[in-house]
């Protein structure tokens, strides 16, 4: 019980703000229409997943029957490591987000993300900058299903504005004839990746004084 006290104090005592951003800490908006995902991933519904060429080491494996709720697993494992591995998976398929529309926001009352700012920066409105027709598809698409999926909202005021990238999913190499019927090595493009571009946030962001290690710090 003290160590709940103790972290309870810790996450209710949120450093003071500085000046320059007093303006700009998330607050919560009631007047904001809670938007539910369209659909639901049922236990007894699979989700429709494109199956895509993975790395050599791995490899999928199927958590219900005819190819249904593919996962994806190491290829070097035992026979009766790979069993014990999908019955485990079995067991907690709830767990795992099959689509965006499974994934569970927190609740805005209980904890709202706030970014606190270095005191000699003021919040950036940048233009997104064009794209050509394809590019534009793509961009569009991904906001839809943002959308659909109740993941993102719609806002008119925000002080900062960054701007999307598409950045091009690299799939290994091939040789093609170019016009002078010579061979020439090209880098296969398999999809796009939709980023957002935080650099001018990132210059602003107040630095952690702890950060997280990383994984292979915590499994020493």
Not at 144 to 168: F, M, N, Q, R, T
């Amino acid at each position: 019980e003290g160590d709940i006290l103790i972290l309870e104090a810790l996450l209710n005592n949120d450093p003071k703000p500085l000046s320059n951003q007093k303006d700009y800490l998330p607050i919560l908006h009631n007047d904001l229409k809670v938007i539910e995902p369209k659909t639901q991933t049922e236990e007894d519904e699979p989700p429709k997943v494109e199956l895509k060429e993975l790395p050599p080491h791995l490899e999928y494996a199927f958590l219900g029957d005819n190819g249904k709720w593919p996962v994806i697993i190491a290829k070097d494992l035992s026979s009766n490591e790979k069993t014990d591995l999908i019955n485990v998976l079995k067991t907690r398929k709830k767990a795992i987000d099959w689509k965006l529309t499974d994934i569970k926001g927190v609740d805005p009352e209980f904890c709202s993300h706030k970014i606190l700012l270095e005191e000699d920066y003021s919040p950036k409105v940048q233009s997104q900058r064009r794209v050509n027709p394809k590019i534009h598809y793509v961009i569009k698409k991904e906001v839809e299903k943002l959308l659909d999926a109740g993941l993102i909202y719609p806002i008119s005021d925000s002080p900062w504005v960054s701007p999307i990238h598409c950045v091009p999913k690299k799939g290994g190499m091939t040789v093609i004839k170019n016009d002078e019927n010579e061979l020439v090595p090209t880098r296969l493009v398999t999809g796009w990746r939709f980023c957002i571009d935080y650099r001018k946030l990132n210059e602003a962001t107040r630095k952690d004084h702890f950060p997280l290690p990383f994984m292979d710090q915590m499994l020493e």
